[in-house]
């Protein structure tokens, strides 16, 4: 693999340069951190758009993370610093936990801040670990590529505080630390997500997706060793920024939660059936059954528009289940028949819940003509990331079709990386 290996991040983790963040706290605030730590980025397997429907999710963390150099301070101020970009604010916020709340602070401080706030509002236990801090970031997630560096760096900060604060952080404690998490991110910096990325962030284990039950957050690990099969899972970014601030997000949030109580359910993922399909069964997408009790239900609601988002709930829900099976199930021989699942979750996405965009279909399809066994769009949509099930060889084919589709079309010239299942949120120092 050479050509583009600058553009790649092979299975080395990619953490960005801890002296130099060190470095800079001390420069910033004077004196040491108390500690350094980190938390990943993620892509997601399959399951988009499922965390607020009570479906199941299959994401994984990446080698990419934001890292963050802390200290308590026995006040209440909070001092941040931004090593490297984190967006298009200003590299400096400072302000006071007391002041901290619902659309304050804005732009990228409203996701550390958020954390400390959330932790407080939560009560106890973990209200202990939300104390004024100086606190300095660096990161290697990609900003507005749908692979989750805000969840990076709320996680990275839930980890630190609960750290100090001799809190528990076992998979349990990160379960509670996850939805402190999400409150930051949903009522400070007014994202209205669900919980998958933070999930990912401080749920995964190495060389494993995270299959998390989004109903009742319970987790399973599913084992996913690409390499052994000779596959990658190559990350295509397309360079069209996303934001889930903005309207459409939330649209598909609400048109789903309103299809929910019309159809008497708490959550729609509940209506996929219990199993879906078997694993003699051919198809990607379900078996005929499957689909005609979907209509059925689907007939219940009047709009067209919501039944063809709730059928992307329910066919993907089933997806998502298809492709546990077969990881489950699959020899190192034939991890690869996952891929026209994740290429019919594509076709579902852009067709049904309609979140796709030009560039995304642009390198789904270019991935795919060149070779690539299966690919998707992955994360909220609407531009951001795709990823593509490619043989080790045809890797350098792939990104070379992307590119060169990408520049056909007008698009911007995307970037790539190699998806190693990473570890969850962790000290450093
Ligand atoms: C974004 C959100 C997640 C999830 C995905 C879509 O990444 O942050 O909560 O809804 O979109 O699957």
Redesign the pocket.
């Known amino acids: 693999m050479s050509g583009a290996a600058h553009e790649r991040a092979g299975a080395a983790a990619q953490v960005p340069d801890v002296d130099a963040l060190v470095a800079a706290f001390t420069d910033a605030f004077g004196g040491e951190p108390e500690g350094v730590w980190a938390a990943p980025g993620r892509v ?1 397997v399959i ?6 429907n009570g479906g199941p ?1 299959l994401p994984m963390a990446l080698p990419q993370v934001t890292v963050v150099a802390l200290r308590r301070r026995d006040d209440e101020e909070i001092h941040l610093l931004s090593a490297s970009d984190l967006g298009e604010e200003d590299a400096r916020w400072s302000g006071s936990l007391s002041g901290v709340g619902p659309g304050t602070p804005q732009g990228w401080a409203a996701y550390p801040a958020g954390v400390l706030w959330a932790l407080r509002e939560g009560g106890p236990p973990y209200d202990a670990a939300a104390t004024g801090v100086d606190a300095a970031f660096a990161s290697t997630v990609p900003i507005g590529a ?1 692979l ?1 560096s805000s969840a990076a760096l709320e996680c990275a900060v839930a980890v630190a505080a609960a750290d100090l604060a001799e809190l528990p952080h076992d998979d349990q404690g990160r379960a509670v630390l996850a939805q402190r998490c999400v409150r930051a991110e949903n009522d400070v910096a007014g994202a209205p ?5 933070q999930a990912a962030a401080l749920r995964t284990e190495e060389g494993s997706a995270l299959l998390l039950h989004t109903a009742d957050s319970t987790v399973e690990q599913v084992p996913f060793d690409l390499a052994r099969a000779g596959l990658v899972l190559l990350v295509m970014d397309t360079r069209a920024k996303h934001s ?1 601030a903005g309207g459409e ?1 939330g649209d598909r949030r609400a048109t789903c939660e309103a299809a929910a109580t019309t159809l008497g359910v708490e959550h729609l993922a509940s209506l996929a059936g219990p199993t879906g399909g078997t694993s003699d069964e051919p198809g990607p997408l379900g078996d005929d059954e499957s689909a005609a009790a979907d209509e059925e239900t689907l007939s219940a609601l009047e709009d067209d528009v919501a039944r063809c988002r709730v059928r992307h709930v329910l066919t993907e829900t089933r997806r998502v289940r298809r492709v546990v099976e077969l990881l489950r199930g699959a020899s190192a021989d034939d991890i690869g028949a996952i891929g026209p699942v994740l290429t019919a979750s594509h076709a579902s996405m852009r067709d049904d819940y309609e979140i796709s965009s030009p560039e995304l279909d642009t390198a789904v399809d270019a991935a795919l003509s060149a070779g690539a066994l299966g690919a998707r769009m992955t ?2 949509g609407f531009g951001g990331s795709a990823i593509a099930l490619v043989r080790s060889g045809d890797v350098e084919a792939v990104e070379t079709a992307a590119r060169s589709a990408a520049a056909d079309a007008g698009h911007p010239e995307p970037a790539f990386y190699l998806a190693v299942p990473s570890r969850s949120a962790h000290r450093l120092r």
Do not use: I, K
């Not at 399951?47 to 607020?52: K, M, N, T």
């Not at 997500?193 to 990325?197: L, Q």
């Open positions: 997601n399951g988009e758009h499922l965390d607020y999710v749908g989750s997500t669900g919980g998958m990325d889930h997000y994360g909220g």
